[in-house]
């Protein structure tokens, strides 16, 4: 029963949100099927107790059918009716979240049954939400079109009947137009960001149309002063023209002005751009973006964006202890890893805790205890796999484990050059790392000249992994006498 949708959608339902559906599926205008609704408190009960394993269809059948022979056709179609109800109501829970679209619908349910006695109510509450400037999404614009229009609609409608009534807005097609263009661009601009943000991942051969119209128009008077149409008009800035941190610093002023003006997934689509575009500067060696990267993912995190899906990649979660780690904040990475841990899939969870605390203990400089943390640590997955190593090699060398050290380099180099899905690339920066560890474990410390040139060399080197630990050790070296 726990893979069938009807649960799998239930289970994901806060307790508020159960008890809400409860009263929803008991409503004879949602529902009148009782059998709908004795099943729904079958499972909510369970849901409630967590034995939904213990549910069984035939047990659920007698239940609501008593002593009628179980029909396995009837049952699915008792999961399938309880599942569109589902569905409604959460198209209705939106609905109700959404004050423009309600007083769009109601103008028009008003307007189709010629309500006119409705109309100087509704229009006053349009009036008011058409100057409202506290939400400033893309589809804010596309709701603010609707508003023009209906009113529109409605003037132009009751001066054909040559009716008098009390209507505050002048002929606004100029407005109706202004609206449309501005949710237009701004949902291009939108799209095109989303596609950009995936060519740098994946080949796509993809391309939308009208862009350089879109991108022409973006920068213009007063397009350019929609927040939805700037902040994306510079987000598209940040991925074509990477280098100039302009870009990025005029995006980042305009998330401190507006960011909060956005709902939640416009938000944290906004600051993963941020977050990405530093990542960036950091892997092309501006380690002065490390900082930068951390406070962002800090206002993620206080502004309750990492969570709002009670989920949180592996990837962020592990991304979020490096840089806190990179800029030293000890403290904070170790609570990060124990208060958000629940928020990691159950599937990845060890490995990104256990990996994390490895890498803590590695600033730290508890090298014994990062070894202890990658043994708890599983390699199925090739990320782990190599960025263990990584971790494993450099504990090796920093507790003089040579023996162990040098075995581990020889069993990496081998790895790397078999692994598949490794680009040609990754396997030399990652190849480079063992050259360089082999080259330092051999060289002694009173060979300045050697130690210098290999200090040169790993400078030089472009794409190499840990280079500033390497470089770290080797000025180490260099010091002693």
């Known amino acids: 029963m726990k893979d069938r949708k009807i649960i799998s959608g239930l289970l994901c339902l806060s307790i508020y949100e159960l008890n809400s559906f409860s009263k929803y599926v008991h409503s004879p205008y949602f529902n009148v099927n009782q059998n709908i609704t004795q099943f729904y408190s079958i499972l909510e009960t369970a ?26 056709q009837k049952f699915l179609k008792l999961n399938s009716d309880l599942l569109d109800l589902l569905e409604n109501f959460l198209a209705q829970k939106e609905y109700d979240t959404s004050e423009i679209l309600q007083a769009n619908f109601k103008l028009e349910g008003a307007k189709k049954r010629n309500i006119s006695k409705l109309y100087n109510g509704i229009i006053g509450e349009l009036e008011r939400l058409r100057f409202n400037d506290i939400n400033q999404s893309v589809e804010f614009y596309y709701n603010k079109y609707l508003i023009e229009r209906n009113l529109f609609n409605l003037k132009t409608e009751n001066e054909k009947k040559n009716e008098k009534i009390e209507i505050s807005t002048e002929l606004n097609i100029k407005d109706i137009s202004d609206q449309l263009e501005y949710f237009y661009i701004a949902e291009k601009l939108r799209l095109y960001c989303t596609l950009l943000s995936w060519k740098k991942m994946y080949k796509l051969d993809i391309e939308l149309g ?24 510079l987000m598209y800035l940040t991925y074509e023209y990477g280098d100039d941190v302009k870009n990025y610093e005029n995006l980042k002023n305009e998330i401190n002005v507006f960011g909060h003006k956005f709902p939640e997934n416009e938000r944290w689509e906004i600051y993963s751009t941020a977050i990405s575009y530093c990542i960036n500067r950091v892997n092309k060696g501006d380690l002065s973006f490390q900082k930068e990267t951390f ?14 899906d009670e989920t949180i990649s592996q990837t962020t979660y592990r991304n979020i202890v490096f840089f806190a780690l990179r800029v030293e904040e000890f403290s904070w990475a170790e609570n990060f890893i124990y208060e958000y841990a629940k928020y990691v899939d159950e599937k990845y969870r060890n490995n990104a805790v256990e990996f994390s605390l490895a890498r803590l203990e590695f600033y730290r400089k508890n090298f014994g205890k990062v070894i202890e943390h990658l043994y708890k640590v599983t390699y199925e997955d090739v990320w782990y796999n190599i960025n263990a190593k990584t971790l494993l090699l450099a504990s090796y060398y920093e507790l003089d484990e040579l023996d162990a050290l040098e075995s581990l380099l020889q069993a990496f180099k081998m790895f790397i050059n078999r692994e598949k899905s490794l680009s040609g690339d990754r396997k030399t920066h990652y190849l480079n790392l063992v050259k360089f560890t082999n080259q330092l474990i051999k060289t002694q410390p009173k060979d300045k000249v050697k130690l210098k040139k290999l200090k040169t060399e790993i400078e030089e080197t472009k794409g190499v992994v840990s280079k500033p630990w390497l470089l770290d050790k080797v000025e180490a070296l260099l010091r002693k006498r």
Do not use: C, G, R
């Open 295 to 308: 406070l962002l993912y800090k206002e993620v995190i206080e502004n309750n964006l990492l969570t709002k």
């Open 210 to 233: 009208n862009m350089p119209y879109i991108l022409k128009k973006a920068k213009e008077l007063p397009n350019f002063d929609i927040p939805a149409i700037k902040i994306y008009y």
């Open 47 to 72: 849901i409630k107790k967590e034995t939904v394993d213990d549910l069984q269809p035939k047990e659920i059948w007698a239940q609501i059918y008593h002593s009628t022979p179980y029909n396995n």
